[in-house]
Structures are given as C-alpha cells and as structure tokens.
C-alpha cells in the first residue's frame, strides 16, 4: 500500500495588509498539514506586478510568523518545488503552456491565449447595462458538461462552465487559473484548501487538470466570515479585519490564533480556549462546518483576555514593561520592585496588554489622568474631595499602611461622620489614581506608599476647593 503524505498550500496574493480570512486560510491549511504529519507550503501568488508590494509581502511573512504558522517550503525555507514566488516560475509556465498547447485545446484571440471548453457552441445576443447606456453584443456560449466538485466541506458540487477562459493575458502575463493550478500540479498539493470564495473556480480549475492528464487534489472550501452583525461579508475596512491592528493592540498571537481556530470549526469537546497542540491533534477538514462563520469582536477580546491573565506572572511582567515602556510611562529609572508589585496586582484585571497603561499609569507618574465619568458620578452621590479631607487626618496618623490599620482609619472616621465605610472607598480610589476600578484599595496604598498617598490625598483636597 502506498500513502502519499499530505501537502497544502497557502497562496496569498499581496495586493493588501492581511486580513483574518486570509490568516485563517492560512491557519487552516497549517493545522491540517500538522495533523497530518505533512508539508505546509507559503506560496507567493504574484503574477499582478501592478497591484503587488514589498510591504505587503513582509506583512505576509511577518504576520505568519507572529502568528506561529511556520511553512516548510517556500520563501525564506527552500524547497525542492521552487522558485516558490509565481512571478519568479515563468520557465515552468512556458513549459506547461506547451504541453496544453499540444492537446489542441488552446487557441489565440485578440493576443490573450485561451483555454477552449469542450462542447456545443452557440452565439447569443446578450443585453447589458453600462451605466444607462443598454448594450448588447453577441457572445459564444459553450454547453460543457457539468463538473462535479467533491468538496471536503460542501460535498458534491456541481458546476458547468460556458465560456471559454484566458490561460496568458494580452499583456504576456500568465492568468490565474493557469497558474495557480499548474503551480498545484507541480508543487505536488494533495489538498487545495481556500475560501469559499474559489468555489466559482474550481470547476474551470478541474478542467484544466482534465487537459493535462492529472487528477485533481482534493478540495476543501472553507466557509466565509460575516461581520458582527451577519449582515455580509467581513471586508476589509471593518474593525478588526486585519491581523496588524492585532499587534498595534498588543494582542497575544496564541489568543488571535485560537480565536481563528474557532472561525468554522469547533472542537469535538466544545472547549473555546484550548492549547494549539490540542487543536492540532483534533482538526479534521469534515469537521469544519459548512455554515459561514461570524466576527466577534468581544469573543476575540474575551479570550485574549483569559490568554493575558494566564500568562506566567514573569512573562506577563516583561510583556507588560515594554507596553508601559512605549507608552513611556516607564523607564530604566523605574524602580525593578515597584514594577514588579504592580504587575503582580494588575494582572487579573487586564482585559489585555492595550489596557496596562490605564490600569497601572498612575503607580508610576503624579500627572496621571482623572476619568470626567467617574467624576461625574462620585458627584452625583457625595462630595468626594470632602470625604477624603475627613479621612486625610486620620491617615497622617498611622504609621504604616498596613490593611487592618487603614481598613479601621476608615471605620473610625465613618463613625465620627455617621456615614458608612463604604462611603469613602470610591473617593480615596479616585484621589490616588483618578479611576473607577482596578486593584483592592488596600492594595494601591501598600504599593503607593504612605509618603505618595498622603501627597495624593492631599492635592485632591486642595484642587477640590476650587
Ligand atoms: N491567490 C489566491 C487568493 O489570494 C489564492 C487562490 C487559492 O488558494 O487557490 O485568493
């Protein structure tokens, strides 16, 4: 018996910034290759030299390896199927060209070459409209036999095509459909997993195997992404939509992975956050489902959340100083154990690393920022500057700020006040860090220190009264 080891392909075109359809193509095709035991292949679909870019190829390369989906042919990594950029494979072309050529199933027309179907022709009129203007012209329709598409994900599918189709364009530039299966054919793919998007190609791409004499791979469209509200495809201007405002955020890759690992397929546990090894001993192409996935922006948010705060606490703290580090809250005279206090206490409540600098600002600068909101409401209810003008004398009098010294300062003062203790909890928060949440109270104070509590408390006094 003889297995041939499975071998996919992620073919992006770069014509634009990476877009989560894109990564999870990707994503798709890596895990099935890892699953497999097989070869993950990065090829370079860029025959379109107008609409292509240096940058948008490093976004590529660099996108992929954020995101931990390393390729074991192609760019950078060789290959014994290479050159592995289409517009570096022109000989393979020509050669290719030549051998359909020689089935006589190739004719020239207006300088493109054409790939002739097979079947009755026929010359219609067809009416259209260009603007206002109505415009009719005769086209040659070809009645082909349908082609049937055994498709992983969508089962049988069936397809006639009824027009002819370019092989190499007028300009000497090959076409897509050329390419991409004479690249399939000699890159040796046993699996062709890609968007749903192809599916109206994969007929016309069966047809071209027919030609050569070859039998198809196997196809695996997968479905698409509809935005948030399901009203239509995820594009590429929506929030969210590209892999690059995820770093820009500081999101962690293993949480944006594990988020596209569940756009269309689940795993058989029904677990949400589950380690990639886990996903790659389980995913199976007939399990992803044929439904189109949804965006959804709190879900990915969600699980970065649970990914940051499980982080090993010395990993969180670096991760977190080169955040504070470029908002440049921090510096080399930060103190290491003031730094480190504050990562212990933050780290449960991050929704993510974005959100570091707002949480633990204020530990490290006087000039912090007060929330208008929280403002607002602490007004509304009380007058918070007063609270904490009842409660600073009591504070000046202890001597260290341990919990159960400063829990009975509060006590006491509430009593002298006939409030209840409670009543100054949000207006001491606010003084020492100009927030609504975030750590214990107790907490700030420890890590505060007496010397810039009182300071704090102080000035907020002050600056109530005007
Ligand atoms: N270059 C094509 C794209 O970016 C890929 C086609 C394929 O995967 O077969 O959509």
Redesign the pocket.
């Known amino acids: 018996m003889s297995t041939t080891s499975v071998r996919t392909r992620f ?3 770069p014509t634009g910034f990476f877009h989560i359809g894109s990564a999870r193509t990707a994503l798709f095709n890596w895990l099935y290759a890892r699953h497999t035991g097989g070869t993950f292949i990065l090829r370079i ?1 860029d025959t379109d030299k107008e609409r292509n870019s240096e940058e948008y190829l490093r976004v590529i390369y660099d996108s992929l390896k954020w995101l931990g989906m390393d390729w074991d042919e192609g760019p950078g990594a060789g290959g014994a199927s290479g050159p592995y950029k289409q517009s570096e494979r022109s000989d393979i072309y020509r050669e290719y060209l030549k051998k359909l050529q020689s089935t006589g199933r190739t004719y020239e027309k207006e300088g493109a070459i054409w790939f002739r179907l097979e079947g009755e022709r026929q010359n219609i009129r067809e009416k259209y409209k260009d603007g206002d203007r109505l415009i009719e012209r005769e086209i040659e329709r070809v009645k082909a036999a349908p082609v049937l598409i055994h498709d992983v994900i969508r089962g049988d599918v069936t397809r006639a095509e009824d027009r002819d189709f370019v092989l190499v364009r007028a300009n000497g530039e090959p076409g897509f459909h050329f390419v ?1 299966v004479v690249d399939d054919i000699t890159m040796g793919i046993t699996h ?1 997993i ?1 968007g749903e998007d ?1 599916l109206s190609n994969t007929s016309k791409h069966i047809e071209l195997y027919k030609a050569f004499g070859v039998t198809p791979p196997i196809f695996a469209h997968i479905p698409l992404i509809l935005k948030g509200d399901g009203k239509g495809k995820m594009s590429k201007r929506d929030r969210g939509a590209l892999i690059e405002e995820y770093q820009t955020r500081h999101f962690l890759p293993e949480a944006v992975r594990n988020f596209l690992c569940l756009l269309g397929w689940t795993p058989a546990d029904g677990r949400e956050i589950l380690p990639i090894a886990d996903v790659i001993a389980q995913f199976e192409l007939t399990a992803v489902h044929q439904a189109n996935a949804r965006f959804d922006e709190r879900k990915m948010s969600f699980l970065n959340q649970q990914y940051v705060r499980a982080l090993p606490p010395e990993v969180f703290a670096l991760k977190a100083e080169a955040v504070l580090r470029a908002a440049g809250i921090v510096d080399d005279k930060t103190s290491r154990a003031l730094l480190q206090s504050v990562f212990s206490l933050i780290q449960e409540k991050v929704s993510g690393l974005e959100n570091a600098p707002a949480l633990a600002g204020y530990f490290f600068k006087e000039d912090f920022d007060f929330d208008p909101k929280v403002h607002e409401s602490l007004v509304k209810k009380d007058i918070p500057g007063q609270r904490v003008a009842e409660l600073l004398p009591r504070l000046e009098g202890l001597e260290s700020f341990e919990d159960a010294l400063v829990d009975a300062a509060i006590v006491e003062t509430a009593t002298e006040h006939g409030v209840k203790p409670v009543a100054y909890y949000a207006p001491l928060r606010f003084a020492l860090s100009g927030t609504g949440g975030g750590p214990h109270l107790n907490a700030i104070l420890r890590v505060l220190g007496r010397e810039k509590v009182l300071e704090r408390a102080r000035r907020f006094v002050e600056n109530s009264k005007k």
Request: glycine share 0%; aromatic share 0%; hydrophobic share 25%.
């Open positions: 073919a992006p075109s679909e991409n062709v890609r192809h």
